[in-house]
């Protein structure tokens, strides 16, 4: 048995050695396998990745703003314009004062002006240079002629570049190169973020091993060891989990960034792209938008303070907010500007002074460099709606803007000037105001102003300020109306006395007039012009209020409208840009014409983009609408709006409209002339109580503004079917025109009424209107 016991495991030891040298070789096979697998995996993802950084960040790097420009002004022997305001325009376009023989330049002696143009390639053709000869006088080109160059009776200035937008972005974006960087800043920024910067390859395993050495020993995340490579990386092409997936793919990402490209475009682009704060939706990327963002000031203005706090917030946007977190803010600031002052980068006494300077962060944040912020913050909207997003990919695009400067000029000032006088001083500080001009028949949006100023590109209130229109709303309540001319007609009687509407659930509502008066039986016309509450919401209410709410819509109103009775004293709100959108309709006889900004946007080649078509549509009775011009008329001429002509020419004649909110929270103003629509807001951003109504607070700027503007009356043309009467409102008749109470009152055809009144007249009248006939 021993001896059995013994040889069995000498038998059975060659057997094991036998089996484990059969397994070593299939181990490492597969190990070999899966490693060969893993490396052509690698290597396949390295090329994927590494086509990722190359297609993305060449698209980040040489992004072109498109170039933004104002409508061209043309020169012509009867130009409407004042000398003042073309040689501003030539400033704005970029024109030198000098002799006038260079292209580019202009001399200007009293009224006259030698201008040398540089020529300019429009979308419907080029425009030579020339060198033209002008005299302005009473605000108009007197004498023009061509000095030198390719004779012509009209000529175009080349157009004032008046921004630049990124519309793939849908928002606008302050680029910077890297030699409009200050040396300081990114001297600060190598010192905090990566001083090895120009020395490593993408990544620093030393800062990593030092940053992991330093986090075990707090027990916490207390410093990061990525370089400005991976921050880029991580900021263009990942997303912030912290997963070891993320972390590898970055690395591999930040060395492949280095391979391709120069150390300073990788820093030109993460000083565009760093992640700097935060704006409800809106993330502000890159110092020179965190420049205007948190200063309002461009990035080579910024001081020490500025300069650390923004450095500063590269740790983290939100932390370190210095709208929100001031303290924090502070604390991380005094810190970098202690870093600068070990670095040697400033001296311990500017480091001193700048520690003990406040942040120097503006109140309210702004967006842009653009000259005028709120009009291009529309160009931006008309871009997204009237042209296909795929197109507006394309690179170094050309948009040409209705903007005229001079009207842009003269709703700035009339804002500016007219806002400081309303309401006594503590007021006026809190008070903002919006303008918004367009050509009355075009649509086409002249100008804007956003705020009281008008260089800020914050809160822009002539998009985005939602206020109740308080009276405006009347003479879309009288169209619906008056489209109804089998029961309405101008002179119909309305009652201006009060009552009360009682609810299903047991509310009451009891509408007043604004002075708190009744005045009984009033002619329409004059409810309107007088701008009377109690008759108004008594023919809303008879006519329907959903009616009304259909004609608003019909006019451009695209916002759900509330269907209670108090929307006839105008409880619905929009913005001015939506007012002046359905004033429009009234201005052009019943037409919903979309407004816009854009004449054309060309490509860099200067091939046309593609448009959605914009539809004019007929959606009023051009009748009715004329007797609502009417009636608006009389507002200039006897009712709420006459205190226009303080400033403004008698014979200018005008139409438009007064509205008030309760306690004067809201001051509008729309009206127009034979060539110009404005609508002119005034209010709180807190909707505070002001005492301004209609008519001391918006008709003020709106009436400057148009003080300032040469312009037609308005003389409306009168339409098919309506023609005027002389009638004596008080008795519902006809009458004859040197009565005592006749007056000329349109009315579509048969809606004049039928009985007829007749009189002597006085003797004065009679003898008056026999020497008028005599003449005509």
């Keep these: 048995m021993k001896k059995s016991s013994s040889s069995s495991p000498s038998r059975r030891k060659p057997s094991r050695k036998s089996s484990n040298s059969g397994r070593r070789p299939w181990f490492w096979r597969l190990m070999f396998r899966f490693c060969a697998i893993g490396l052509v995996l690698l290597a396949g993802w390295t090329v994927y990745l590494d086509a990722v950084v190359t297609s993305r960040f060449e698209g980040r790097r040489f992004e072109v703003p498109s170039r933004v420009y104002a409508r061209p002004l043309e020169l012509f022997e009867g130009a409407s314009i004042s000398a003042g305001a073309l040689e501003r325009e030539l400033q704005l376009s970029g024109f030198h004062k000098g002799a006038g023989d260079k292209p580019g330049s202009y001399q200007r002696n009293g009224s006259r002006f030698v201008i040398s143009t540089r020529g300019f390639s429009f979308p419907d053709g080029d425009e030579p240079a020339r060198k033209i000869s002008l005299t302005i006088s009473a605000d108009r080109v007197q004498s023009f002629s061509v000095i030198r160059g390719e004779a012509a009776p009209i000529i175009r200035l080349e157009p004032a570049r008046i921004g630049g937008i990124y519309p793939a972005h849908k928002e606008d974006r302050v680029l910077v190169e890297l030699s409009q960087v200050p040396a300081l800043l990114l001297a600060t920024l190598m010192a905090v973020e990566d001083r090895n910067f120009y020395d490593h390859f993408g990544i620093a395993p030393l800062s990593i091993g030092r940053a992991m050495l330093a986090n075990i020993r707090a027990g916490r995340v207390v410093q990061g060891g990525s370089t400005l490579t991976q921050q880029l990386v991580k900021n263009l092409f990942l997303t912030r989990d912290q997963t070891l997936l993320r972390k590898g793919n970055e690395a591999i990402m930040s060395v492949l960034l280095e391979l391709h490209y120069e150390k300073d475009d990788i820093l030109e682009t993460y000083l565009n792209e760093v992640y700097l704060g935060q704006a409800g939706t809106r993330s502000i990327h890159g110092f020179g938008l965190a ?39 502070t604390e991380r600031r005094n810190l970098v500007i202690s870093e600068m002052e070990q670095a040697g980068l400033i001296e311990p006494e500017r480091a001193a002074r700048a520690r003990g300077l406040p942040l120097g962060v503006s109140e309210r944040p702004s967006y842009s460099e653009n000259r005028y912020p709120a009009y291009i913050d529309l160009v931006r909207r008309h871009l997204a709606r009237d042209y296909k997003e795929e197109d507006l990919r394309s690179e170094g695009l050309r948009i040409f803007t209705t903007l005229d400067p001079a009207i842009q000029y003269a709703a700035e000032f009339a804002v500016t000037d007219t806002l400081p006088r309303l309401g006594g001083a503590k007021l006026a500080e809190s008070l903002e105001a919006t303008l918004v001009v367009t050509a009355k028949d075009s649509g086409e949006v002249l100008a804007l102003v956003g705020g009281k100023d008008p260089r800020f590109a914050g809160f822009n209130r002539a998009l985005d300020a939602n206020r109740q229109i308080g009276s405006l709303i009347k003479p879309f309540i009288y169209l619906s109306a008056l489209q109804r001319s089998e029961r309405y007609t101008l002179m119909t009687p309305v009652l201006d006395k009060s009552f009360t509407l009682e609810f299903d659930d047991g509310r009451r509502w009891q509408p007043k007039n604004y002075d708190g008066e009744e005045r009984g039986e009033v002619p329409l016309h004059k409810a309107l ?217 349109p009315f579509i055809a048969g809606s004049e009424p039928a009985q007829t009144v007749s009189c002597s007249g006085t003797l004065e009248r009679r003898i008056r209107g026999w020497f008028e006939g005599l003449f005509q």
């Design 291 to 329: 420049s205007q963002f948190y200063f309002g000031q461009s990035l080579g203005d910024l001081d020490v303070h500025q300069i650390a706090l923004l450095v500063g917030m590269v740790k983290g946007a939100s932390y370190y907010n210095p709208r929100r977190n001031r303290e924090r803010a």
């Design 529 to 745: 012009s007088h701008s009377y509450n109690l008759p108004a919401v008594r023919v809303g209410l008879d006519i329907g209020v959903d009616v009304v709410s259909d004609t608003l819509t019909a006019f451009g109103v695209d916002t759900p409208i509330s269907q209670y009775p108090s929307m006839l004293l105008g409880s619905v709100s929009m913005s001015p840009i939506t007012v002046a959108q359905i004033y429009q309709g009234l201005a052009t006889s019943g037409f919903n014409t979309p407004l816009r900004t854009i004449r054309e946007v060309t490509d860099a080649s200067g091939e046309a983009l593609s448009r959605y078509s914009l539809e004019v549509e007929q959606v009023a009775d051009p009748a009715a609408v004329h007797l609502v011009q009417y009636a608006m008329q009389e507002t200039m001429q006897e009712g709420t709006g006459r205190s226009a002509y303080n400033i403004l020419p008698r014979q200018l004649t005008l139409a438009g409209k007064t509205g008030t909110t309760d306690d004067g929270r809201d001051s509008w103003f729309a009206g127009f002339s034979g060539d110009l629509l404005a609508v002119a807001w005034v209010g709180r951003d807190d909707n505070g109580a002001t005492a301004l109504t209609g008519a001391s607070g918006a008709l003020p700027v709106w009436s400057r503004f148009m003080a300032q503007v040469p312009q037609h009356g308005f003389s409306p043309v009168v339409p098919d079917g309506v023609n005027y009467h002389w009638v004596n409102t008080e008795r519902q008749a006809l009458t004859d025109k040197y009565c005592d109470n006749a007056r000329l009152l």
